[in-house]
């Protein structure tokens, strides 16, 4: 099981950046994708996830109307789309992937929930 986050950077106080996380060794649709970030000297805080198989998707309120989660099931990449970036949304932003198939799935942003982790993509904005 394997989970590449890319995409991070630096950018300015109101830009963009899109993340990717490429899945592969498992069956994509079985599992819902979701985003972490953990700034320094902070806890990990959930930020979004999504069923790949219906596109359900929820959102921390934290980047609620900013940031835009979304699946390519024919490439197994989830990707994030950050908008309207702030300072505080500086942090390392990984992702991991849950097993819910033939469970009744309830969108989650806990982290204790996932199952694999990717190493992280560094998101650094700046004011």
């Known amino acids: 099981v394997q989970l590449q986050a890319s995409g991070g950077g630096l950018v300015q106080a109101g830009g963009s950046l899109r993340l990717s996380c490429a899945a592969s060794g498992f069956t994509f649709d079985d599992y819902a994708i979701g985003w972490f970030r953990q700034a320094p000297g902070k806890e990990r805080e959930g930020v979004s996830c999504?069923?790949?198989?219906?596109?359900?998707?929820y959102y921390a309120d934290s980047v609620k109307g900013r940031f835009t989660i979304s699946s390519d099931n024919a490439k197994n990449t989830v990707y994030l789309q950050m908008n309207s970036l702030k300072p505080e949304d500086t942090a390392v932003y990984y992702c991991a992937a849950r097993y819910y198939s033939g469970s009744y799935y309830y969108p989650s942003i806990a982290g204790y929930e996932y199952d694999y982790w990717g190493q992280g993509t560094q998101v650094t904005v700046s004011s």
């Open positions: 999504i069923n790949s198989s219906d596109g359900n998707s």
